[in-house]
């Protein structure tokens, strides 16, 4: 059955690298913020990705990462808190082939709940995962069956994730250079491909690429300069500041083609890799995931255009409403 789903110039092609499979399930939801009568809106909710057939086997369960042809569904699925809200929203109000009713609450169900530094959170670690689902729809006041028990939203959520990342590089367990107050943001992106190197006593790895997280790694002192921009919404306090000391520890992190990835501090020694400077390290690309993410978080602290248009979503709305959320925005605009 997915494989109806399939141009025909695509159904025997070879499997495509795994961002590259997973990404175009989040493409569509930029799609479907068009006019009403724009041609290419009517395309995208038309056909909005399916998630699988309906197959006994999968009945219930999470929803699975991805399809190859050839062989079929990935054995991995979705659990834990993830920018999957997102794919869930989609999913559930997909007017041709919806989730399940039993897919979000399977998938909240394996979410895990944290105390760190005094704060209650639901626990993700890369501080991406706490923005993608927000670049698009307003998670303010809204709420669904796990976040009324804990009597906080999504959109708190992240907010107490980024002061948990600030607090983490307060502590800075690890010794690295330049974590402090103003310098935090851990999250997935470029980082040295250095070996082994001696910092704060002790031999540390350096990742190249990887989804950084805190406060249990992986962690090699690389800083992501679009996390910390993409946190205007929850904490300007925060990320004005981190910012603006971003700037001045490292000019070169802007450049024409945009904000860069991220940042190493130090130290010097790790001038072996690509893109190192006299202290420490600069990443040489801008991505456009991450630049993107930029954009679109920036226009919703300035004015929540992007809310806005997805509130006028007729697939997110009610994908919200068949994942359980209530109240916010969604009771306002019932009453409408």
Known sequence: ?????????????????????????????GAVVGPPRDATRG???E???????????????????????????????????????????????????PLTDARFPAWTGTYQWENLYGIDFLYAGPLFIDQFSHAWIDFRGIRDRFMREKHCDYFENSRRATYVQREYAIRNPRGFTGYEEDGWGLSAGDGPSTPRQRVAGRRQSFYGYAARGVPWGPDDGT?????????????PELALPA???????GG?????????????????????????????????????????????????????????????????RTGLLRAGFRGGWLAEDAHR
């Open 47 to 97: 056909r909005l990705p399916p998630t699988g057939p309906p197959l006994p086997w999968r009945a219930g369960a999470a929803v699975v990462h991805g399809w190859k042809p050839g062989s079929g569904f990935l054995n991995y699925r979705w659990e834990g808190y993830s920018e999957a809200l997102l794919l869930y929203a989609l999913g559930l109000g997909s007017p041709t082939h």
């Open 243 to 249: 910012l603006r000391r971003m700037l001045a520890r």
């Open 223 to 235: 800083l992501s300069g679009p996390a910390v921009l993409s946190s205007l919404v929850f904490a």
């Open 1 to 29: 059955p997915a494989r109806d789903h399939l141009p025909a110039q695509r159904r025997h092609r070879k499997s495509r690298p795994e961002h590259q499979r997973r990404n175009p399930r989040r493409a569509p939801q």
């Open 252 to 316: 070169e992190v802007i450049r024409a083609s945009g904000y860069n990835d991220t940042v190493h501090a130090g130290p010097p020694v790790v001038g072996t890799a690509k893109g190192a400077r006299a202290s420490g390290w600069v990443s040489e690309g801008s991505f456009g995931l991450d630049q993107g993410m930029i954009v679109l978080m920036v226009e919703n602290f300035r004015s929540g255009l992007l809310w806005r248009l997805l509130r006028d979503s007729v697939p997110i």
């Open 43 to 45: 395309v995208a909710v």
